[in-house]
């Protein structure tokens, strides 16, 4: 049947201890790994996107997209302790709905993870780009170099955005020297980055130029902006969820946890906890010192982000200042508010942070890859561990390629929508296998259980489906035709591969490398 391929949890769990990779992480390690991917993300790259959807309102967008957060990291602390393997919400599913529907999910993890990478990659060239380049040296790096293409909704003159493509290419390489290393390099960006914003809320809260008259009319464009259009506070709430994935960044590390069954739960919910706190107190600073409403268009609904119109409208003296149009939106609002100095180092520090997202979200993607290739969906090679690194080389390698094209010519805010599409269906399905799991496999050891799951589970399927059709219509139809593409490959390739179809489901099997 096609749908009765199941991988039962005993299996995953002997082969993924068979074929492990090294456990080398404890629960500290696994915090700043959630804290690296979700800090940093919204903040620094999404600020001015998020207010050019909502304004003001952009602080009940981080609210809503926090509290849809909060209950799938319920979801996935119960079940990452319980399947402490690589794979995250591709693994959940296999064991619960089945190998076609896993098939779908890893699929669209590669939306989540190495398109959302691309995007921070392309907000990290914005600060390179305007603080290092621009302030300190004097450079002013043309426009066909530094961005995406008009054409694809990027800035005038634009071709490529180079520094973006040097940046993942960097990453790609430290992520294949090893783990362990890459986990301390991480350790130092995060120290960084709070540093960083904690200053930025130091001086922006209590300024004088902090007014309430900011904040008025908080939601322009209201709560909802309308089906298809992507904009309204539930509409930014639906663009800057992507800024979350740092907590399943998490669980896909369970495999190289060590005691994963206490420390990732710790690590879920407690660098959620803290970062959300964040990036509401960051937004209020940014908005109450210079505003942050939209640029409206003819028919009074914002310029979509990432396009054509919003391009040519940020090109004008009159809104260029603005902060939906900066590329480095934090910097900007402590240069306009006469902290120049510190504006600079704030620029530094996210040009020497945000590396550390698209470090965590490239090492989730290169696991999922990883995982699906040591169930024979892909080629085996592609599970080769390098025998020196101890690290996935060959399938990073790939990863990294993909991630430095899409950064090279796509805009930050299509990225970001793009990416939701694959995020918010992965964490459906993990709420959906969380709920099937404690009624297949009640005995099964769990060491973090789901609070009130009968409530918390439909709160986050709903959640997830309620932010995807706010997204805009673009990034709606990218899910169901890379899911299509992906089907193609599942009946050509992975469906006569598959090591549950050969029967192939204990820790007996053979190696793959």
């Not at 800035?155 to 940046?167: E, Q, R, S, T």
């Not at 994963?260 to 959300?276: A, E, M």
């Not at 996210?350 to 590396?355: E, G, H, Q, T, V």
């Not at 709420?431 to 589970?457: Q, S």
Request: aromatic letters at 10%; proline letters at 5%.
């Amino acid at each position: 049947m096609i749908f009765g391929r199941v991988k039962p949890l005993d299996a995953i769990l002997a082969t993924a201890e068979r074929k492990s990779l090294h456990r080398t992480l404890g629960w500290f390690q696994l915090t700043l790994f959630g804290i690296g991917c979700v800090i940093g993300t919204g903040i620094f790259v999404l600020t001015a996107a998020g207010a050019q959807k909502a304004g003001p309102g952009l602080m009940l967008a981080f609210a809503i997209a926090g509290a849809i957060c909060i209950v799938a990291a319920l979801c996935y602390a119960e079940i990452a302790a319980m399947i402490p393997v690589a794979g995250s919400a591709y693994t959940y599913t296999y064991s619960t709905m089945g190998e076609l529907l896993a098939w779908t999910v890893g699929w669209a993890l590669i939306l989540e993870y190495a398109v959302a990478a691309s995007a921070v990659a392309v907000g990290w060239s914005g600060y390179f780009s305007g603080t290092i380049l621009n302030q300190f040296l004097g450079i002013h790096l043309p426009a066909w170099l530094s961005a995406a293409p008009l054409a694809l909704g990027g800035a005038p003159g634009g071709f490529i955005n180079l520094p973006a493509v040097l940046i993942a290419g960097l990453i790609t390489w430290l992520l294949m020297i090893g783990t362990t290393e890459s986990a301390r390099v991480n350790a130092v960006l995060v120290a960084i980055k709070v540093i960083a914003l904690t200053a930025f809320v130091a001086l922006t809260l209590p300024s004088d130029s902090f007014t309430a008259g900011h904040f008025n009319p908080f939601l322009p464009a209201g709560v909802f902006g309308g089906f298809g259009t992507g904009v309204g506070a539930v509409g930014a709430a639906a663009t800057i969820f992507f800024a979350y994935v740092g907590f399943d960044a998490v669980s896909t590390a369970a495999e190289e946890t060590k005691n994963p069954q206490r420390n990732v739960p710790i690590g879920l919910i407690g660098s959620l906890l803290f970062c959300t706190i964040f990036y509401i107190l960051v937004a209020a600073g940014a908005i109450g010192t210079i505003g942050g409403q939209p640029i409206m268009g003819p028919n009074g609904i914002p310029f979509p982000t990432g396009s054509e119109e919003l391009a040519r409208q940020c090109a004008l003296p009159r809104y260029a200042d603005m902060l939906v149009c900066s590329n480095e939106a934090l910097a900007h609002v402590l240069r306009a508010i006469g902290w120049s100095k510190v504006g600079n180092m704030l620029g530094i520090a996210a040009f020497l942070a945000l590396p550390s997202v698209i470090l965590i979200l490239m090492f989730g993607q290169t696991r999922i890859f990883f995982v699906m290739s040591r169930d024979g969906l892909l080629p085996d090679k592609l599970s080769a561990v390098h025998p020196k690194w101890k690290t996935p080389y060959v399938v990073t390698a790939m990863t990294g390629i993909g991630v430095a094209f899409a950064a090279a010519f796509l805009p930050v805010g299509q990225l970001a929508d793009i990416a939701n599409a694959g995020t918010l269906y992965a964490f459906m399905m993990v709420a959906i296998a969380v709920m099937i799991l404690r009624r297949t496999a009640r005995d099964h050891k769990r060491d973090f259980r789901t609070p009130a799951l009968w409530l918390v589970g439909p709160l986050t399927i709903v959640g997830c489906v309620f932010l995807f059709f706010n997204l805009p219509s673009a990034a709606m139809l990218v899910l169901p035709i890379w899911g299509a593409v992906g089907l193609v490959i599942y009946f050509a390739y992975s469906r006569h591969h598959s090591h549950v179809g050969r029967g192939i489901v204990d820790a007996d099997e053979a190696p793959l490398h």
